[in-house]
């Protein structure tokens, strides 16, 4: 099971950026995918996820109207448009994999596979 994160970079705030991941060795249509991040210092905390159909998602407050998570399922790719960025969005962000369609976990622990991150810096 592989999961490639992508998309990440040093914008300015109130920029926009759009991050990518791919899946493999997963029947993806099986799983509820979800973004998570780490800022330096932090936990890791959650940022939004997207059940199966790619119908129904969940964002955490601090992104909700900024943030936008979608999802195709030929490709098997997951999506997170971030507009306004904030410097507090600084962070590693990490896709990761929930087998099942309870889309409304938050915790980490309950998602299966996870990515290798990609980086996101906001100046200002």
């Not at 490639?4 to 759009?18: P, T």
């Not at 330096?40 to 059940?51: L, Q």
């Not at 999506?79 to 904030?86: D, P, S």
Request: hydrophobic share 40%; glycine share 10%.
């Amino acid at each position: 099971v592989q999961l490639q994160a992508s998309g990440g970079g040093l914008v300015q705030a109130g920029d926009s950026l759009r991050l990518s991941c791919a899946a493999s060795g997963i029947i993806f249509i099986q799983y509820v995918m979800a973004w998570f991040r780490q800022a330096p210092g932090k936990e890791r905390e959650f940022v939004a996820s997207i059940n199966s159909s790619g119908v129904r998602k969940n964002y955490a407050d601090s992104v909700k109207g900024r943030f936008s998570l979608s999802r195709d399922n030929a490709k098997k790719m997951v999506f997170l448009q971030m507009n306004g960025l904030k410097r507090e969005d600084t962070a590693v962000y990490f896709c990761a994999a929930r087998y099942g369609n309870n889309f409304y976990s938050r915790a980490s622990g309950d998602y299966n596979y996870w990515g290798q991150g990609t980086l996101v810096t906001v100046s200002s």
